[in-house]
């Protein structure tokens, strides 16, 4: 059930440049140098707002699992596929349990659910209270903290509560799970009181964990704020078979104002973000505030009242899910309408896209970018779903020439498709960058099926108008296209569409084969035209 708004709902769907404030109020204390830190889909700056493109959204799926868990706060993208873990599929966290949804009963959700991009739900996990592998204070109540560590294990917050009400509300933890979902780990100390949301950072085996906690000191005695949130930094040690070990626990930042909340249940330090030149960014529902906290990666001591204050006001409405834009630039989501605001690093809001229209104040939390980085997957705990924000379909058709034009045309330009033999699978089809070329089952021969957010994780090959495919080391006679449902044309070879794959990273890479995702499997493909479905 949508949390009731406690801002008045603004509807806002278009870009705007220079609103909102960006006065720093308060410094973050440095003990270190800044170490130089790459944030996942973070990439070199583009000359305008990510948002301002964004102008259409899809319903992908429903999140309400069998159990009938409602309110999805957290979201997380699976890097890689293992156990039940689909590549490029997403994560999404319950927070609130059926029973308790008429109530608006929070901190009782269990389960995590997985999302393809067409759609299909499958169950991750059920976590029971009674089972845990360790100590969590209160129980589980499922956050928006919610991250896949490497070795396939999902962390998860947990912000429990007895009845569903912010007076009964406990520390809670984290809780590790497996990938297969079962769980094998709680992690539980002095410095994590209400874990609320997370961001990480991973290298090899180990990982660089934040947390914002938003309960710190326990429920408030009424409405009133308390400064003393904060936002912890856990080095974690994982791999295949080697369950996260915490390394050392640091408290970054302190003195962040928290507010108990009968609609909310807390409203506080939520949304985190890590820039690459290691400032960590952190959303404060209390104040509709951006803090950003120097040096995150390696300070020892914690920045006082959050850290600098970025941004403030503006178009911010109890910003809650935060993520950072191929751009570099900070995309918030409102809780106190249904808008995402983007932010420059130089406190500037240079963007507002509305994502919800229906259900509006209270319907959104977590959000992730999109793996080909041309949307933003996001979740709708008014309407129980997982929406992804994308670019809109052009307003009229491309036009074409006339088969009678007596105007010369422009010499036929070519995409190059070739042959590469990669060590798991053989001599295979690749694109002019090298990059492994797979068929999708469903698609049953000259049909493209993989359309909207399946093509955003396997993009299609496509023809630009004029455009022909060649490749010198294939059969001409098995090269060809067929129509794209969404415009253009897909290269076809032997009668199949050709995709790409986005988990994979660079050329030569082939993650995607022989894997169960949107509804059907992947395979790649061999210069004979054979399909090769063997791993």
Known sequence: MPRTPILALVGVALAVAGCGSSKSSSSSSSTNSAASVSAPAESTPSSGPFLAKLTSVSKIASTVPSNGDVNPYGIALVPSSVGKLQAGQVLISNFNAKESAKENGQGTGTTIV???????????????????????????????????LPGGYVVVGSLPTTNGKSATAKYGCLIVLD???????AIASKNIQGPWDSTA?????????FVSNALNGGAAKGIHTIDNSTVLRIELESGENQTPKVLSETVIADGIPWVDSAEALVLGPTGLALASDGTLYV?????????AVSEAMTRTTPAAKGGTVLTEGGHLKEPLGMVLAPNGNIITSNGGDGNMVETT????????????????????FGLVVAPEGNGIYFVDDGENTVNLLHEGQPATPPTTTSATTTTPSAPAKSISVSVRTLPNVGAVLVNAEGHTLYTFAPDQHS??????????????????????????????????????????????????PLYTYAADGSAGQDNGQAIDASGGHWYVIAASGKVITTN
């Open 201 to 209: 950072k991973s290298e090899g085996s180990k990982t660089t964990l």
């Open 345 to 364: 690093p130089a406190g500037q809001q240079v963007a507002v896209q509305t994502a919800d229209k229906k259900t509006g104040a209270g319907s959104l």
């Open 447 to 496: 049909k493209v099926t993989c359309v909207s957010a399946c093509a955003a994780v396997w993009p299609p090959l496509k023809l630009a108008s004029g455009e022909t495919a060649t490749g010198p080391q294939l059969k001409a006679s098995l090269l060809g296209s067929d129509p794209d449902p969404e415009g253009g044309s897909v290269v076809t070879y032997a009668g199949w």
């Open 283 to 291: 959303a404060s529902t209390d104040g509709n505030k951006i803090f």
């Open 179 to 185: 990938s297969e979902g079962k769980a094998v780990e």
């Open 114 to 148: 997985q999302v393809s991009a067409a759609g299909k739900v499958s169950l991750f996990a059920t976590v029971d209270a009674k089972s845990l592998p360790g100590n969590c204070p209160g129980g589980v109540g499922l956050t928006t903290a919610l991250n896949v």
